[in-house]
């Protein structure tokens, strides 16, 4: 597993902070709801969402599903009468890994909307 540094990890967790503003924005501008409850919802979205894209990208680095599409692409290239390039031994290792700061990051920002979700409501209830 290769190592990263926390710089980097903060530099990518900011970015994500800003995509989640982005989300938030897009979701306030969707829902026309721009109340208290409305701000609420979006940035619960915006938490989602960011955690949906770190989830996606650690089932993508820890091939998950790779012996279910595998062995779709096997069974329908064999009914067209043609053999499978590679091995799912070979499909699997020539796979690009993903830097797992990216995944960690994107659950972090999920985090910290989520807290900000959180205080939000807290506020709108009491």
Not at 19 to 29: K, S
Not at 78 to 98: A, W
Not at 115 to 124: D, G, K
Request: charged share 15%.
């Amino acid at each position: 597993m290769n190592t990263h540094s926390p710089r980097k990890l903060l530099l990518t967790t900011a970015i994500d902070i800003g995509v989640g503003a982005l989300l938030t924005g897009l979701m306030l501008l969707y829902s026309q709801n721009f109340t208290f409850v409305g701000i609420i919802d979006a940035t619960l979205v915006a938490s989602v969402l960011l955690f949906a894209l770190g989830w996606f990208f650690y089932i993508s680095n820890n091939n998950v599903f790779d012996l279910v599409i595998y062995g779709t692409r096997s069974f329908f290239t064999g009914v067209l009468g043609k053999r499978m390039k590679k091995t799912y031994i070979e499909y699997v290792s020539d796979k690009t890994k993903i830097e797992p700061f990216l995944y960690h990051a994107f659950w972090l920002a999920s985090l910290l909307w989520l807290v900000a979700c959180l205080v939000f409501y807290a506020i709108y209830k009491f």
